[in-house]
Each structure stands twice: as structure tokens, then as C-alpha cells.
């Protein structure tokens, strides 16, 4: 199976939502979205005009206000180089791992790769604008390079995701465990993520109805990869 590499992300795990369902969510989750775990550099803080929300973000990091200053301009830096993809996709592992190392080494956090199957890039990007430009979202740019065909790190499974706006939502944001476990074999495997391309098919299929109510993007079965 070809895969297309969407970019890398810096999560951080997160215990499980208490609407989640415990009997098939694990205690401790990592998604690619943003809305199950933060990842970092938080742009929305970064280039937001609440100087009390970047205060807080910056006593969380612990980093004083000349080390906030230059995360701000490493951000700023990588994002006009196209490096950084907005909004907080790393185009290279290095890249991804150089952030992690000066700005976050007190924060426990996985850098992940997602990736499409190559069958479903097309109905990807018609979903987003023409055009490779350096406006354009970062998975979205990171895809159409095609700079490889199989990911780098450590396969750890499939995830249902939406993809809008440069960022993802999960099938986890809609409690949608609950609605394959009752059509289909439903079971993460030892790594939180969905065991085989063919299950998480099926479930995009069924989340891509319009009767069952989730976000109106589209589902589609995004491979994740740990590469530290």
C-alpha cells in the first residue's frame, strides 16, 4: 500500500474524555486531532490577541518571556519558509524534533507522522483549494509534494478523521466508538488506533453518511506512525 505523508505533529497524550466509552477506549489516548490531544507549538495562542492566554501557555512551557519571544520568531520563521505548515504540521522529523528539544523537552510528547493511502489523495484535495502555494494549509502542501510513498516511523494504526480547515477531527470527538462497536467488529489495537486499513474503511463509510450526524467533512482513513 502506497502511503502519501501528510507531515509530522508533536501531541501530547491525554487521558480519556469521560464521554468516551471506557469498555473500548483506552485510559490514555493519542489522536492527530487537535481537539483530543494538544499539540504544540498552540498557533491559535501563539498569533492570538489574548496576551493573558499567551501568559498562561508560557508558564506552562516554563519559558521566560526572552525564550517565548523566540519560539514566536522560530515559528514565525519556519512558517514563511513553509517548513512549519500551518498550523502546526512539521514538514521534516528533524524539524519536528528540533522544536520538541528547545521549547518542550519538560512536556512529555510523541511526534507522530499521519499519512493517506494513495488511493484517497484525490478526494483530498478536492476537498481543499488548487494550487500549491504558501498559503495553502500544511498537510494539504505536504501532501502534494509527495515526497515519499511509505512512512518513516513505526506503524501504529488507522484513525477516522475529518480534515478542515488545516486541522483534523476524530472520530472520537463524535463518540463514534459506540456506533461501530454496535455494526462492526470494533477493537483498537495495543497502540489506541484502529489494527487494519479494511476495518477502518468500513467505518469511514458509515461515518460519511448523512444521517449519522458528525461534522460535514470528509471521513477518511488516515495511517499514523510514531516516529518517537
Given at each position: ?7 509530522y505533529l ?76 500551518y498550523p ?20 512529555e510528547l ?119
Amino acid at each position: 500500500m502506497k502511503v502519501r505523508s501528510g507531515g509530522y505533529l508533536l501531541i501530547e497524550r491525554t487521558e480519556r474524555a469521560d464521554y468516551m466509552d471506557e469498555r473500548l477506549i483506552p485510559e490514555f489516548i493519542q489522536s492527530a486531532s487537535a481537539c483530543i490531544c494538544e499539540q504544540h507549538p498552540t498557533l491559535d495562542v501563539l498569533w492570538g490577541t489574548s496576551n493573558r492566554s499567551k501568559n498562561q501557555y508560557r508558564e506552562r512551557l516554563r519559558l521566560s518571556e526572552e525564550e517565548f519571544l523566540i519560539l514566536i520568531e522560530w515559528v514565525e520563521f519556519y512558517q514563511e519558509s513553509g517548513e512549519l505548515g500551518y498550523p502546526q504540521t512539521f514538514q521534516t522529523i528533524e524539524l519536528a524534533k528540533k522544536f520538541r528539544d528547545r521549547f518542550f523537552s519538560h512536556i512529555e510528547l510523541d511526534i507522530i507522522e499521519i499519512g493517506l493511502p494513495e488511493s484517497y489523495v484525490s478526494d483530498f484535495l478536492v476537498e481543499g483549494e488548487d494550487g500549491d502555494s504558501p498559503e495553502r494549509y500544511g498537510v494539504e502542501r505536504f501532501i502534494l509534494r509527495h515526497e515519499r510513498d511509505e512512512p518513516m516511523g513505526k506503524l501504529l494504526g488507522y484513525e477516522v478523521l475529518g480534515y478542515e480547515y488545516g486541522t483534523f477531527h476524530s472520530y472520537l470527538c463524535n463518540g463514534l466508538e459506540r456506533d461501530f462497536a454496535e455494526r462492526f467488529t470494533f477493537q483498537l489495537n495495543e497502540h489506541g488506533f484502529i489494527p487494519t486499513l479494511a476495518e477502518v474503511e468500513h467505518y469511514c463509510t458509515y461515518s460519511n453518511q448523512e444521517d449519522v450526524g458528525t461534522e460535514p467533512v470528509l471521513w477518511l482513513p488516515w495511517v499514523i506512525s510514531k516516529v518517537e
